[in-house]
C-alpha cells in the first residue's frame, strides 16, 4: 500500500482535525494491513495511526477490536489491550463514556470488578445522568452479590431521574430486580404503586404491575381486576390504552373469574371498541374546518389580482406575451395531421362499380 503512505499528509499529532479523504485514507490502509499484513505489522500500523487520529475514538475502538479478536490464539494480547484501554480513557478521552464502559467490561470479564467499579464511578462523575452508565453500575454490583448497594443505587438514580419516564423505568427494573433477585415481591409492588403515583399515565407501569401481581401466587382474582382497571380510572387515560386492558381483562376473567365476571369484562370490552369506532367514524367523515380571516383576506386579493390581470389596458391586452406567442408558433410550425389521414399521398384511382347492378339495362 505504497500509495496510501504517500497520501499520508499528517503523520503527527496535531489538534486541527483531519480532512475526511485523509481519514478514509487512514481506516483503508488499517483494513488492507489486517487483511493482508501480520500481526505486528498490524500493530505497528494501528500504533502510528492513534499518533495522528488519537483525538479520534473510532480508531482507538478499531485497535481494541481487533485485539479482542486475536486474544484468544494470542493470550500476550490481553496486557496490550489493557494498556491501550487504560491510555485511551486516562490520556485522551477522559469524558467517552463508550471507551471507559468498553474498559470497565473488560477488567470485570478478567475478574477485576473492583477496577471496573472504579471505572465506572469515575465516568458516572463526568457523564452524570446518563442511564446506560447507571444500568452497568447496578448491574455490576449485582453480579458482585452486593444487594443492598444495588438498592441503593436504584432508589437513588429513581429520586434523581431527569424526567417522569427514566424514573418509571428505572422502576420496574428496580421492581424486577426486588421480585427475582432478592425474592421480596412485597417490596416490588411498593415500588410499583410509588412509580405509577408520580406517572399515573404510563401504561407500561400498570402492565408491570399486573404482570407482577399474575406471578405471585395467591393472588385473587378481585386484585388482579382492580389492577387491570386502575389505568381506566385515571383522569386523562387514552381509549386505545383503556381498550387494550379491556381485552386484557376480558382474558383474565374467563380464565380466573367466575361466570358474572366475565359477562362483565365482554360487556365493558365491547362498549370500549364500540366508542373506538364511532371517534375513528366521525374522525373519518367530519367536514373540513371553515376558513379563517387570513384565508378569506389571500382569497380576496388573489381575486383582485386576477381582476387586474384581466381588465388590463388596451396596449396591454392586445400584447401577447412571449412566451405565449413563442408556444404558439412551435405549435404550428408543423404541418398539421388530422387522426382521418385527409393529408395522405394520392394513391391509384380505383373505379366504383355500377351504381346499380340489379338493373343493367337502366341506361
Known sequence: MVYQYQVIKRPYFHVKPL???QLKNWKAYLEWEKQHGSLKRALVLHERCLIACALYEEFWMRLIKFLEERTENHPELVAVEREVLERACTVHHLDKPELHLHWAHFEEAHGNAAKAAEILDRIEKTCACMVQIQYRRVNLERRRGDYDKCAQLYESYISSAKNK???SAMSIKYARFLQHVRGEPAAARAALDAAVARDPLNARLHMQRLDLALHTPGTPYPELEELV???EKQEGAELETSAALAWRRRELAEELGDAAAARLAVAHARTLAKHLRKRARKEKHDAPPPPTASTEIKKK???AA???????GSSTYYQAP???TQSYEQTYAQPYQPPWGYQQPPGP???PQHPWPQYPNYY
Open 306 to 312: 386576477n381582476t387586474t390581470t384581466t381588465t388590463g
Open 165 to 167: 419516564a427514566i424514573a
Open 19 to 21: 480532512e475526511r479523504c
Open 229 to 231: 382497571q386502575s389505568y
Open 301 to 303: 386579493e388573489s381575486s
Open 349 to 351: 384511382y380505383h373505379h
Open 322 to 324: 412571449a412566451a405565449t
